[in-house]
């Protein structure tokens, strides 16, 4: 029964998430369906190929990078026409975030054929686990621009919002990168330096901005390898500081007692509980 090949749609595109480090973390499924399917559209086939070889997969590959993404979108749909199955591959994680691939996921949808994706291993979800950031919600922007006057208006659009900013960084940039968030966000805002998860030299740094980009740029080793930034959420304003936790409070007041959703919503968020249970009322008046 274990041996029988793995029963992939016909025709389908499987999006599917490979390791960004460690091999352990190839789900059992994504490597049935790069052995079961017809075609791997791979960002690099050298990379992909190493990651094939040594799992045993011998299913042949094409090249699907930025630069040839729409002209090999059209012969991959002729493709799934014949009623082919492919897999889309990056050279690590999940294909179409900062990788190559939306593009080809749009044509395949516009085509009017099937997407699935395979989850799996994932930079950006790994650094926000051990990041420890207490915004229950975050905002992905992907990589800056390379030069600092353009990548600090970015960052000056988002320094003042309520939730954490991800970021990808480049290992040639990350140091100048971090003095500009310094600059920008503030010397004291928490920030956390995710580098080489999942492999030997994995390092996960949080402290002050100011601190990390000093750490950075004393530390050549921090500047290889692959990099995920995160951003603590923008402290409340003074006037904005009596609704700072309504995003507790509103859905535990649904669902409790007004002392019990303040008892909860303190002992998640650390607030003063009198001043909670004061906002409390005023939720519920209104």
């Known amino acids: 029964m274990h041996d029988e090949p793995y029963a992939v749609e016909r025709p389908a595109l499987y999006v599917v998430a490979t390791p960004i480090g460690n091999l352990q973390d190839f789900t059992p499924r994504a490597r049935a369906v790069l052995a079961a399917c017809d075609l791997i559209a791979a960002e690099d086939t050298r990379v992909t190929g190493q990651l094939l070889k040594h799992f045993g997969i011998t299913t042949r590959m094409i090249s699907l990078r930025e630069h040839n993404e729409r002209e090999a979108a059209a012969k991959l749909i002729e493709r799934l026409q014949a009623g082919e199955t492919i897999a889309q591959v990056s050279d ?3 294909p179409a975030v900062s990788d190559p691939g939306a593009r080809l996921v749009e ?3 516009a085509a009017g054929f099937k997407v699935i994706p395979i989850p799996g291993a994932s930079a950006l979800l790994a650094a926000l686990a051990g990041a420890g950031m207490q915004s229950p919600r975050f905002q992905f922007y992907g990589f800056l621009e390379p030069k600092s006057g353009a990548r600090k208006k970015e960052l000056a659009a988002l320094a003042n919002l309520p ?3 991800a970021f990808f960084e ?3 940039r990350i140091a100048d990168s971090l003095v500009d968030m310094a600059e ?3 010397a004291d805002r928490i920030g956390v330096v995710c580098r080489e998860l999942t492999k030997t030299f994995e390092t996960i740094r949080r402290a002050p901005l100011s601190e990390l980009a000093a750490w950075v740029a004393a530390d050549a080793n921090q500047q290889r390898g692959e990099l995920v930034v995160l951003i603590e959420s923008a402290p409340a304003k003074a006037d904005d500081a009596s609704n700072a936790h309504d995003h507790l409070l509103i ?3 649904r669902e409790l007692p007004t002392k019990q959703a303040v008892k909860l919503a303190a002992e998640i968020s650390g607030g003063n509980r009198n001043a909670l249970y004061e906002r ?3 939720l519920k008046a209104d």
Do not use: K, R
Request: hydrophobic share 50%; no cysteine.
């Open 184 to 186: 920008v966000f503030g």
């Open 251 to 253: 859905p535990l007041l």
């Open 92 to 94: 690590a994680g999940t």
């Open 170 to 172: 480049a290992p040639h």
């Open 280 to 282: 409390a009322l005023e």
């Open 107 to 109: 044509a395949v949808h």
């Open 163 to 165: 939730h954490t900013v």
